[in-house]
């Protein structure tokens, strides 16, 4: 049966409609302190359709509450409105929108929240509703400054009584005092406050040298030099300007007066209860060169522009959309909500779209029974009350003030040290609110309860750090090195809303790092002829958010510190990471990697070493193995493959690309999905092109889809390990579809492996392979030190019995970390070995040129293989047949399929499989 669509809350029983006004809701009353900037939803429905104009009428109605505005809004019905009757006049025209949108916003300012001031705009609406000004241009500001202070008057009374005192003309007769009166009453009340005026209007626009305002900022950019005074650089603005530039400056103002209107204030009580954003809602947005839709690109470019979080803005009625600025594309209100859900969890990452498109063309007349329930649980907004008046408040407030005064002034000294900063020594708080930087052992990283495991490792490391530094004070001789220092580099930030270290791999090449130094350590201060080796942590932030910014504080610590020789990380190839090898690349610090990377990071610097192949050879072997190996089920090759990547990852992107170039494009859909918290935006252009997938419940419809039409297909995952167990949960959700399929993924898929369910315990149709690095418990036989790491490892991690470590100990991320630390470790010996015993002279610059011209001897046997560590000038700076294999994983554990490459001096494997294929 066909029915109207409507709930009793006003928002039409769309399907899915339910998630978006959720997410709309919890964005409006999110806490002032988690809130970062929203994007700008536009329902688009070209043609005649009112779907959106119902649901922005909806949401309209959520905010009305029965006694009291629920939160600030404002409703633009558009141009198309009978009551849209703008004046003749064309800057008052243009002014009209401007002030419907400020009206709304002041009259429904909810109860106990105080008057909404907006002096920004105020101020530069006085300005560009200035009459034209002609004669000589060095008079134009002063005029502008007496129009300026003409508006101010009209909306504060005190200026208007002062204004009234110094012009009142009392000299009528001849006494003294009337005519002292004449003498100082226009410069006292007019001429004096009109002068604070316009010194606080320069202040508000300007700021000071401490601090710039937003107008500095965009008079530079317009006018090429910051200005010096606000009256002079705003004549361009006088009577409208350009209408782009009038639009744009006032919209400017508006964000930047909501934005201080939503601050905390300590004895504003009404600025405290202001919990919820402001809203702005608009009915009908029109075409894209609409009067609507050119206010909505400027509000979404100033928002991004002052970074503004006080504004949620929804905008129905989109007929076209001239696609001047990127937008995230959705396909379905529920995927909108979905991507708004996330944004309030997560935040919007810098560089993000400002706007999201949301198609609502056929939404459905029927009432979906899921979206009705909700929305009749749920008619209305709720935002938090507050117990206590405002006036109760200020009360309050003043008596905790003054009881905080009179305890500080009795426990001044204890309370006076305490340490306010958490973040101690080289360390600051990172864009995730967490402590990044540098720091010696667990100090100020781990300290999440999910992060115990790294705590653990940072702790050993500590230890370590601490009984060489106790070896060496002890030395009575002098021939000997000292302790020399080397930085790890990688995201140790854990915890709720980040990808946590066991994920990323960070812990895995951690504890690789940790056990390898222990070993270079007892060889070092046992023989005397080695160089000791201490580790200093740096925290790059959540999936490297933060590396530039730590990179030049390791750089500075190395300019006062010379016995930093090295930095060894990286485990992830991200544009972060480009940037901060290349900061560490021109401060002439060696770096080695950790890990399979993006070939693009070894041309980031000539000082960058790295241990694992590139991601282009890794493709190669996986082209090679879903080429020839027996995959599918009928122990056959794969017919087809399902190539799962995000654009917006450099390591993903670059593995897809290689690998499709090596697979070939026949019998390969590309399918790409980035994350909703993706720590980068997508590049502007991409390399990659495939069927963009807005969510990964659409990515596993996909890959079923494509399973149940050729069930000879695999998946290769170019993506995240992290994003995995998502993919997976997805698929056993709908696996009737798809009782099985066949995953092969790249070594970083191993992190997914350490997770509390394994892989195949969340689907169980799973048949999994992926590339490894070189498993020490499958060379043990074949090379001494595979079999060195695994004592090691089990020395310093055998009587834990938790599935983590019993995984990280097949992890070849954690005997690479081993090996970068382990061939750090020679080229410092050799460099030392290089002075002549002179220990002065043993610095990062000598190292580089020791690692340059490549290590003496031919490399050595690592614990993932051989390390031909030829150096530059040799013809690379990495191991180019390096050893690769192919695991195939399960719940009796992993065996190894494939081999290619150098296992050990003199035993390179150059085929692999029954029918002897070549090795890449």
């Not at 107008?215 to 300007?241: I, K, M, N």
């Not at 209408?243 to 400056?249: P, W, Y």
């Not at 990323?504 to 002829?529: F, H, K, M, P, Y």
């Not at 002439?588 to 241990?611: E, K, N, R």
Request: proline fraction near 5%; glycine fraction near 12%.
């Amino acid at each position: 049966m066909v029915t109207t669509g409507h709930s009793q809350a006003g928002v039409p029983a769309f399907a899915g409609v339910e998630h978006f006004v959720e997410a709309f809701d919890r964005l409006v009353v999110q806490p002032r302190r988690r809130r970062s900037r929203v994007p700008v939803v536009l329902l688009s429905e070209p043609g005649q359709g009112r779907d959106g104009q119902r649901i922005v009428g909806g949401l309209y109605r959520r905010l009305l509450g029965r006694e009291t505005r629920l939160a600030a809004h404002a409703y633009l019905r558009g141009s198309g409105d009978p009551a849209w009757t703008p004046p003749d006049d064309p800057v008052l025209g243009r002014l009209y929108l401007f002030s419907q949108l400020t009206r709304q916003l002041m009259e429904t300012m909810p109860r106990g929240t105080g008057r909404l001031r907006l002096p920004c705009y105020q101020l530069l609406r006085s300005i560009v509703t200035a009459p034209p000004v002609e004669g000589l241009g060095d008079r134009h500001h002063s005029e502008l400054k007496d129009h300026a202070y003409a508006g101010h008057r009209e909306v504060s009374s005190l200026a208007r009584v002062l204004w009234w005192l110094g012009g009142r003309d009392q000299a009528s007769g001849g006494t003294l005092l009337e005519l002292l009166w004449n003498f100082v009453a226009g410069p006292l009340f007019q001429r004096l406050p009109r002068a604070v005026y316009v010194r606080r209007a320069n202040r508000l626009m300007l700021g000071n040298s401490r601090r710039q305002r937003w107008y500095a900022e965009w008079a530079r950019l317009q006018q090429g030099t910051p200005p010096t005074d606000f009256f002079r650089s705003a004549r361009d603005l006088v009577h409208g300007g350009d209408a782009e530039q009038f639009d744009r400056i006032l919209v400017h103002a508006l964000l930047a007066d909501l934005d201080s209107a939503c601050r905390k204030r300590l004895l504003n009580p009404w600025r405290r209860r202001r919990v919820c954003r402001f809203v702005l809602l608009v009915a009908e947005a029109g075409g894209e060169n609409s009067r609507e839709q050119r206010f909505l690109r400027e509000l979404r470019s100033a928002t991004e522009d002052l970074r503004c979080t006080s504004v949620v803005a929804v905008a129905a009625g989109v007929r076209s959309l001239a696609h001047r600025i990127p937008d995230i594309e959705v396909a379905t209100l529920s995927a909108a909500g979905a991507e708004l859900a996330n944004v309030a969890e997560h935040g919007s990452a810098p560089g993000s779209p400002t706007g999201m498109v949301v198609p609502v063309v056929d939404a459905g007349a029927d009432d979906d029974p899921a979206a009705t329930y909700w929305l009749r649980r749920r008619p209305t907004l709720a935002p938090p009350s507050k117990r206590w008046g405002p006036r109760a408040e200020i009360v309050g407030t003043v008596g905790v003030l003054a009881l905080v005064l009179a305890l500080t002034g009795i426990s001044l000294g204890p309370l006076g040290k305490a340490d306010a900063d958490a973040c101690r020594g080289s360390t600051f708080l990172g864009t995730d609110g967490q402590c990044v930087g540098v720091a010696e052992g667990a100090a100020s990283f781990g300290k999440d309860s999910g992060d115990r495991a790294l705590r653990d490792v940072l702790e050993r490391i500590e230890r370590q750090n601490g009984e060489m530094d106790k070896e060496l004070s002890g030395r009575t001789d002098t021939g000997g090195p000292a302790g020399r220092t080397v930085v790890y580099f990688g995201p140790l930030s854990g915890g709720k809303d980040a990808e946590d270290p066991v994920r990323g791999g960070t812990l895995a090449e951690l504890r690789g790092i940790a056990i390898a130094q222990g070993q270079v350590n007892a060889q070092a201060l046992r023989s005397g002829e080695r160089v000791p080796l201490r580790v200093l942590a740096a925290n790059a932030g959540d999936r490297f958010k933060d590396a530039p910014d730590v990179a030049r504080r390791v750089v500075r610590l190395a300019e006062r510190d010379r016995s930093i020789v090295g930095v060894v990380g990286f485990g992830q190839s991200r544009r972060k990471t480009y940037e901060a090898v290349r900061i560490f690349g021109d401060a002439g610090i060696p770096m080695v990697g950790t890990s399979g990377t993006a070939d693009a990071l070894l041309q980031q610097s000539g000082h960058y070493y790295q241990m694992a192949p590139t991601d282009s050879r890794a493709a190669a072997v996986m082209a090679s193995f879903a080429r020839h190996a027996p995959m599918a089920a009928d122990g056959k090759p794969v017919r087809r493959v399902q190539l799962i990547a995000d654009p917006a990852d450099a390591y993903s992107a670059s593995l897809a690309a290689s690998f499709r170039e090596e697979y070939g494009a026949k019998g390969t859909d590309v399918l790409l999905y980035t994350p909703a918290d993706a720590p980068e935006p997508p590049p502007a252009s991409r390399g990659l092109s495939g069927s963009e997938l807005p969510a990964v419940e659409d990515l596993a419809r996909q890959v079923c889809g494509a399973v149940a039409r050729e069930p000879r297909t695999a998946v290769v995952w170019a993506a995240r390990g992290s994003q995995f167990h998502p993919f997976l949960s997805e698929i056993a959700r709908i696996s009737r579809d798809c009782p099985k399929i066949v995953v092969l993924g790249d070594d970083d898929l191993t992190t997914a492996l350490s997770e509390e369910r394994r892989p195949w315990e969340v689907f169980g149709g799973l048949s999994l392979y992926y590339v490894s690095h070189g498993r020490a418990a499958a060379l043990a036989q074949d090379s001494g030190e595979a079999a060195a790491f695994l004592s090691a490892y089990d020395a310093a991690y055998g009587k834990d019995e938790s599935t983590r470590t019993s995984t990280m100990r097949d992890d070849a991320h954690v005997a690479i970390g081993w090996d970068a630390m382990r061939y750090l470790a020679e080229g410092v010996d050799q460099a030392w070995r290089g002075t002549g015993g002179h220990d002065e002279r043993l610095d990062r610059g000598l190292l580089q040129g020791v690692l340059y011209q490549g290590l003496g001897g031919g490399g050595f046997d690592g614990a993932t293989g051989r390390i031909d560590a030829h150096g530059a000038a040799g013809g690379g700076r990495l191991t180019e047949k390096k050893l690769l294999g192919v695991e195939r994983d399960g719940k009796n554990g992993p065996r190894t399929v494939l081999l290619c490459g150098m296992v050990a001096r003199g035993d390179t494997r150059a085929e692999w499989g029954d029918g002897s294929h070549p090795c890449p």
